[in-house]
């Protein structure tokens, strides 16, 4: 009885070096991969930022709009924010390589199903970025048309103007990611659905006397008289 | 030499059995009507009273109208208005309407002027304003005198301005100008000029055809091209300047962003030129403005415009913070804080102004969005302005012009040395 309890934990004991002798080398590479992987993903980050720097690359955000949105949402500058994404993107991609040298089974094919998502998070942060410049450009210009042609509440139209285009971006952007494809897809339809609805019966109830005369300065009954104007020139 | 291409094959035949001319008198028009008839006329009468001996030819390039003009400025005559001719012309003034092909707008009809102008050796070439109502025949005389006398490249007009005439040019483009190119020349919008025929042959081969600048932007251009190459610049006093009503006139936005574009694009094509220029040189005045100016039209709702610049200077805030240094942006909007007592001082407005020149040259977002954010701020510092000098009498009016030129002056050498960095 006392032998086979030894034996048994000669055996165990046997068993578990066996599985160090296994594992201590992958664990070791996995160290290396993943030290190696900050390493490098360290510079990437501040070549990027670098070349950044160099290219003035924040004074082209600055110029289209991207760079006051970053601030609003208290994010850092842009050159600083795309080099944190390059280091987060590679040293992840370095992590994700190194667990899959342990060889766990729950951890398999994590490597590549993270570089099939790399280009669709890519896409959907190009199409953000490109959904805030949108934005930006339109409310800028939904401002300063709506100040010179005298439209009430020039802010309100301009800010809802950006905010369309924001919600538009951010709900492509998610459904490029494809994160809970159908929940962002039916809430946004909803949403949008509803907004509209809500300013038609608005504007129909509340503002039926305005469409009649908008509708009656557009498409006048007798053409009024021309009135002088003030001439600037 | 003239490009021949711009002018058409019959048009080479008319010009050539016209041969050699002492004045060429340029008219561009599209659907002048109901004005043109005039001014051919008080270009005839100027030319029979002050030129008979002078070979001279009225030019019309005509850019497609559908009202009858080419025909109308073809059959005018002098002898049905009761115009007096003082002397009989010795010679025949002779009259060409032509349409013109290519890119619509004064630059190309400008163009083809300045082709004539070259091939039959003109010595001063007049360019007259179709739409103007108040033309005499004394303008000709005015225009064309500096040039024949050899005292002048370009002769700029110079018409006598109430306070509510024309701010555009008084608050804003006659102040920027003079500041930047250093001449102090009134009118920088030439409606009307006169240039001598080695102007009008560099104005034909210079490489701005075809760029932004033109063809929209050609009256500007030309005064600025006329002081930034080193040719003679004057100014000659004309009556009053009355404009008769275009068929469709462009509402003030679009005209706004025409002119400050033009003005923009000169100095950005003059960089060289306007970064070194220090204080303003007179431009030479030939005659006298005759009478107090006076105020025509209709009257500027100045307190509308001054409730409109404090509501929209509150509204533009974030983006006149891209534009504007912190300190600029705190005196517009004190001066738009009090509505019925708009302050906004030469200074203010000058540094304004060459802010926003910065922002545009330095691209801080997009051009058209930079000039349209200026025209509220214009607006109200001509409802201050207006406010303070509506009824004032003409000296002090021209004084407080003087001194709105000077502040731009004075604000000019800190905005050129960002210029140059940015």
Redesign the interface.
């Known amino acids: 009885m006392t032998q086979m309890v030894a034996d048994a934990v000669r055996q165990a004991g046997v068993n578990f070096w066996d599985t160090v002798a296994m594992l201590l080398p992958r664990i070791l590479i996995t160290a290396s991969i993943v030290a190696v992987g900050w390493i490098i993903a360290w510079a990437l980050k501040w070549a990027v930022r670098w070349i950044l720097i160099w290219s003035r690359f924040n004074h082209f955000c600055?110029?289209i709009?991207v760079s006051?949105v970053l601030k609003t949402a208290d994010l850092p500058a842009p050159d600083i924010l795309v080099s944190l994404i390059v280091f987060w993107l590679v040293w992840i991609g370095f992590l994700l390589s190194g667990v899959d040298v342990l060889g766990f089974t729950a951890l398999e094919g994590m490597v590549r199903a993270f570089a099939q998502f790399v280009p669709r998070l890519l896409v959907a942060i190009v199409i953000l970025v490109a959904g805030v410049v949108c934005a930006n450009?339109a409310w800028?210009?939904t401002?300063?048309?709506?100040?010179?042609?005298?439209v009430p509440s020039?802010?309100v139209v301009s800010g809802a103007v950006r905010a369309l285009v924001l919600i538009l971006a951010g709900a492509m952007a998610l459904d490029q990611i494809a994160v809970a494809r159908t929940i962002v897809l039916t809430a946004f339809a909803i949403a949008f659905g509803a907004v509209m609805l809500g300013l038609a019966i608005a504007f129909g109830v509340g503002g039926g006397g305005i469409a009649r005369r908008i509708l009656d300065h557009w498409f006048p009954e007798h053409p009024p008289q021309?009135r002088?104007?003030?001439?600037?020139? | 030499m003239a490009d021949e291409s711009l002018l058409s094959d019959d048009l080479l035949r008319q010009l050539v059995a016209t041969g050699h001319v002492d004045i060429l008198v340029g008219v561009p028009t599209l659907n002048n009507a109901s004005t043109v008839v005039d001014v051919v006329r008080a270009a005839q009468g100027g030319l029979g009273n002050y030129f008979p001996r002078a070979r001279a030819l009225i030019f019309n390039a005509d850019s497609g109208s559908d009202d009858g003009t080419p025909t109308l400025v073809r059959d005018a005559t002098t002898d049905d208005t009761g115009t007096v001719i003082a002397s009989r012309p010795l010679r025949t003034a002779h009259r060409i309407t032509t349409p013109y092909h290519g890119l619509p707008g004064k630059g190309s009809a400008m163009r083809m002027i300045f082709a004539v102008a070259d091939l039959l050796s003109a010595d001063a070439v007049v360019v007259l304003d179709p739409n103007v109502t108040s033309m005499t025949p004394e303008w000709i005389p005015a225009l064309a005198g500096p040039i024949r006398d050899g005292r002048a490249d370009l002769v700029a007009p110079w018409y006598p301005r109430a306070a509510?005439d024309?701010?555009?040019?008084t608050q804003l483009v006659r102040p920027l100008v003079r500041a930047a190119y250093g001449w102090t020349l009134y009118e920088p919008?030439m409606g009307e000029c006169g240039c001598s025929r080695t102007f009008a042959t560099h104005c034909l081969e210079s490489p701005a055809w075809g760029t932004a600048v033109m063809p929209e932007n050609v009256d500007v251009w030309m005064a600025a091209e006329a002081m930034a190459a080193g040719f003679r610049p004057a100014q000659s006093a004309l009556g009053v300047r009355l404009?008769g009503?275009s068929r469709k006139?462009p509402a003030?936005?679009d005209?706004?962003q025409q002119?400050m574009d033009a003005v923009c694009a000169c100095l950005d094509l003059h960089e060289s030129y306007w970064l070194t220029r220090g204080q303003a040189e007179p431009v030479p005045c030939f005659g006298t403005l005759s009478g107090a100016p006076e105020s025509f039209?209709?009257?500027?709702?100045v307190a509308g415009m001054a409730d409109?610049f404090a509501r929209?200077v509150a509204?533009?805030h974030?983006?006149l913070e891209?534009i504007l240094s912190a300190a600029t942006l705190a005196g517009v909007t004190a001066a738009a804080a009090l509505p019925s007592a708009v302050e906004y001082d030469d200074d203010l407005w000058a540094t304004t102004v060459f802010e926003f020149l910065l922002a545009y040259h330095r691209?801080?977002?997009?051009r058209e969005?930079v000039m349209?954010?200026l025209?509220?701020l214009y607006l109200g510092r001509?409802a201050a302005f207006l406010m303070r000098h509506a009824s004032s009498g003409p000296a002090t009016l021209d004084a407080a012009l003087e001194s709105l030129c000077l502040a731009f002056e004075r604000a000019k050498p800190p905005a050129a040395a960002l210029w140059k960095k940015a």
């Open positions: 600055e110029r709009g006051a450009f800028r210009a401002l300063i048309a709506a100040v010179n042609a005298r020039p802010r021309e002088e104007e003030f001439r600037h020139l | 509510t024309a701010p555009l040019v919008l404009v009503p006139r003030l936005p005209v706004f002119v039209g209709a009257r500027p709702d409109a929209d509204a533009l974030p983006v891209t691209g801080v977002m997009s969005h349209q954010t025209l509220p001509t």
